[in-house]
């Protein structure tokens, strides 16, 4: 059992960046992809940012060339950095061991004009 808990949110201004961070309980090496996934008022959730065991990353669309993921296997952490930010980008994030039910419980993200 691993359990996911997330940090780093809060306000900042359009432009601005955050980092979020996802502490796991136990060893990440073992789990191959993990993920940022975010939900905005009204709208369903959806992944931002995966990256494999071998450190390969998926970005969507929307956040390309803006946010960058990585991960610390010793350390067990799950990162976001996310640069350049948009009041679009104003939603709960949540971490997740990606096909497993590892999830975390989200940090909020707020982003003002």
């Known amino acids: 059992q691993v359990q996911l808990v997330e940090s780093g949110g809060g306000l900042v201004q359009a432009g601005g960046s955050l980092r979020l961070s996802c502490a796991a309980s136990g060893s990440i090496l073992s789990i191959n992809a993990m993920g940022w996934y975010r939900q905005a008022p009204g709208k369903e959730r959806e992944l931002v940012a995966a990256i494999n065991r071998d450190g390969s990353t998926y970005y969507a669309d929307s956040v390309k060339g803006r946010f960058t993921i990585s991960r610390d296997n010793f350390k067990n952490t799950l990162y976001l950095q996310m640069n350049s930010l948009k009041i679009e980008d104003t939603a709960a994030y949540y971490c997740?061991?990606?096909?497993?039910?590892?999830w975390g419980k989200g940090t909020l993200v707020t982003v003002s004009s």
């Open positions: 997740a061991a990606l096909g497993t039910n590892y």
